[in-house]
């Protein structure tokens, strides 16, 4: 195991960040921890780094209990959500600053500075400084500093969340192809689903700081564990039907749930009305008078006002208890 | 004419009235000591003097020993301006180190220590000083500034550190920076033109300090320029030419520390100005 996090509480004046967490993260795995805003996640990825102390558990990296060392200690890297590229720096030393600070011969740093660059593509901005870069390139600089290290876990704190959606699908990407070559531990912290479900081997869904689902991106998706789970991944959401709707059987006790792709519009099912439809490219959103939403191709979606049928199967219904919300 | 070019015109007569207004003075100053000695003041405001005589100057080293004075004002500037940064400085960084509250109380003690006058101090000061037996020497002068002068500079740091943001410090300490190295490698090099402002501030308190060299000094070769100054008054009171010689060799230095520091204030070095927000 890389990294083991174990029963970690975290308070702040009183607020509990993180309950009872625990998680295990194996060697050259990316786990993908994702939540809503103010779920934990940061604070996780911070008490790994050593940047918070933990009020209660330990934290483990390769077998190595690591709760009460210092962060420089830990051998971990981390790409900041700003990057936190140091200005007044060039390229070059912003990725070598680490080595230069544990006293690295100059040789040394120069070649591992020219590595860590080539493998991220800022070999030909060395010498330029922060401000000159885009948003794209101070992140690869950023990456750059934190794989120049070697450390045993890169942790990513939202690195994509500020560049616009053309570069972030190509960073995910770089990142993906990144991991797969270095073959090393990573945890990535993000709010975005897609983010999480596209470059994940594994995610961790966390809610007011506890971990409500661990699996690859196909289990948490496919047979989410709650209906907090259910609802957060998917776009659009998780269709929740009520006990008097038609598409469901209604049970006592139950919350019928299903996804927008498995309510299919066609010739047989319950009769309902078209009241908007959303076109978001391949894919059109149909919103209906029965409550719920269908995902369709765009070319094949229905008129606004037009009359359909509407079907969904059994098997695609997801089923909670309405009082624990758990899946049944 | 379009409204662009008007802004521009209006924004450069007004810096032109406010640059005359500190300018003229100086101007005044100097042209005042280019007359010669012993005549009275023009009854006019007078542009350049005719003729044009440095005869003043002359006579302002000869009756006073202004540069035994300028020498050694310069000198107590030199050790009290870079000891003044770097505590100020330090107590700054320090600050940002602490839990917000103790961080809060001190900011709440530093601006009850500005509003203390320094004539209160006096006294407490010459009590101290005199039974350490450092009285008739520099250490008085030099030594407020290992508390960094003024509470004032040490809160000028504060809160230029606290801007920069906080995952810098973060990944500084990931990369295994003491709280030393942090303060000399990443947070100074962000904060240089406040470095400057202090430094100006402090040269300028330090060159001006009348009162504590005339409380604590008593040999005339330890007299600072603000002393020199004074004698100067006091041997050719009606002088007027010789007055304003004197004048001017007091204010060059400071006139020329600004420019010097200048650049750090209007450059825009993005390198460090960019806090990578």
């Known amino acids: ?328 | 004419m379009p409204e662009h070019r008007l802004s521009t015109w209006s924004r450069r007569t007004a810096a032109a009235i406010a640059a005359a207004v500190f300018l003229l003075p100086l101007w005044f100053m100097v042209s005042g000591s280019l007359r010669e000695p012993g005549t009275p003041p023009p009854r006019t405001p007078e542009l350049l003097p005719w003729p044009v005589s440095v005869e003043s100057y002359r006579d302002a080293f000869g009756l006073v020993d202004l540069a035994r004075h300028t020498a050694n004002s310069l000198a107590v500037a030199a050790l009290t301006v870079p000891i003044a940064v770097l505590v100020a400085a330090w107590a700054g960084f320090a600050m940002l180190l602490l839990t917000p509250r103790a961080r809060n109380v001190l900011v709440v003690l530093s601006f009850a220590a500005l509003m203390v006058p320094i004539t209160a101090l006096l006294v407490p000061r010459l009590t101290l000083f005199r039974s350490l037996g450092v009285i008739d020497t520099w250490v008085p002068l030099i030594a407020p500034a290992l508390l960094g002068l003024s509470p004032f500079y040490v809160l000028l740091f504060h809160w230029s550190f606290r801007r920069i943001p906080a995952e810098l410090f973060e990944a500084a300490r990931l990369e295994g920076m003491t709280p030393f190295r942090t303060w000399r490698r990443l947070a100074m090099p962000l904060v240089r033109p406040v470095t400057a402002a202090v430094a100006l501030l402090a040269f300028i308190a330090s060159w001006s300090n009348f009162l504590e060299p005339l409380v604590y000094l008593f040999d005339s070769d330890l007299y600072t320029l603000p002393l020199g100054l004074r004698s100067l008054e006091v041997l050719d009171r009606t002088n007027y030419p010789i007055l304003l010689a004197g004048a001017v060799v007091a204010t060059a230095p400071v006139v020329a520390a600004f420019l010097l520091a200048q650049r750090y204030f209007l450059h825009e070095d993005r390198g460090a100005g960019w806090l990578g927000r």
């Open chain 1, 1 to 328: 195991m890389s990294v083991a996090v174990r029963q970690v509480r975290k308070e702040y004046d009183g607020v509990v960040a993180l309950d009872s967490v625990d998680l295990e993260v194996a060697e050259g795995e990316l786990l993908v921890v994702v939540g809503p805003s103010g779920c934990g996640k940061s604070t996780l990825l911070r008490c790994i780094a050593g940047l918070e102390t933990v009020d209660a558990g330990s934290i483990w990296i390769k077998e190595r209990e690591v709760t009460t060392v210092r962060p420089a200690a830990r051998n971990v890297s981390m790409v900041f959500q700003s990057y936190a590229l140091f200005p007044h720096l060039t390229v070059e030393d912003n990725i070598g600053f680490g080595l230069v600070v544990r006293e690295e011969s100059k040789r040394q740093v120069k070649e591992k500075v020219a590595r860590a660059a080539a493998v991220t593509g800022v070999d030909r901005l060395l010498g330029r400084k922060p401000f000159q870069l885009s948003g794209g390139e101070r992140q690869r600089v950023a990456l750059a500093r934190a794989l120049v290290r070697d450390p045993d876990v890169f942790l990513l704190d939202e690195p994509l969340s500020n560049l616009d959606a053309g570069l972030r699908v190509q960073m995910r990407a770089e990142i993906r192809a990144l991991h797969r070559s270095l073959g090393a531990t990573m945890i990535h912290v993000t709010h975005d689903q897609v983010e999480a479900l596209t470059l994940g081997d594994r995610i961790a869904v966390l809610d007011a700081g506890r971990v409500r689902q661990v699996g690859t991106p196909v289990e948490v998706y496919g047979r989410p564990c709650d209906l907090f789970v259910a609802r957060f991944l998917g776009s659009p959401p998780l269709n929740v039907l009520h006990g008097d709707s038609p598409l469901a059987q209604a049970r006592p006790g139950v919350i019928a749930g299903v996804r927008p792709e498995h309510v299919r519009l066609g010739g047989e099912g319950v009769a309902a009305r078209v009241e908007l439809v959303e076109v978001a490219g391949s894919d059109a959103y149909v919103h209906l008078d029965l409550g719920v939403v269908a995902r369709v191709p765009t070319e094949e979606r229905p008129a606004e006002g037009a009359h359909v049928r509407v079907l969904v199967r059994d098997a695609d219904v997801h089923r909670f208890d309405a009082e624990s919300e758990r899946r049944l």
